[in-house]
């Protein structure tokens, strides 16, 4: 049976690199073989991951890095700021559409109404040509390059953004 219920929400899920969790570190002790990381990793499904806008490889920070950055940290009210400032960017550009953000819009309107600037899909179509990108992963790449441009108060996402918004999308660290 399925049932569908109405929901907006944000999903943010975490994975150890391999099955004991030690990889990272100056004393990393893990001992997990390439393979049976392979493994681990290929539990995630292709179809889960390829609905997944944004993902980032974290290292442990360790004792002094965690001290030492907090003094540096940004604190959430100024993040909180230009989160909103980036919203509003959004929504005046999506006045007078059922939309507000730019994760809202469906993907042809997308490609229609508000594409990325010349040639700034150049690596996201090398991508899909590859077949490391599907289609509607370009359409989140497209939306997330969006929300690049609108945090920087940018009119519209050139490549660049488009470049960044791939990367995080693939999970690559650049
Ligand atoms: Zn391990």
Redesign the pocket.
Known sequence: MTATFPARFILVIAASP??????AGPAAE???SPAT?RRYLGRISGPLLDRIDVKIELHPAGRTGLLDNRGRAEPSQVVTGRVAAAREQAARRLAGTPWRLNAEIPGSELRRHWPPGPGALTDVERALERGQVSARGVAKVIRVAWTLADLTGTNRPGRAECDTALSLYLGVTR
């Open positions: 391999c099955p004991c969790a030690k990889t893990c001992r997990c990381r």
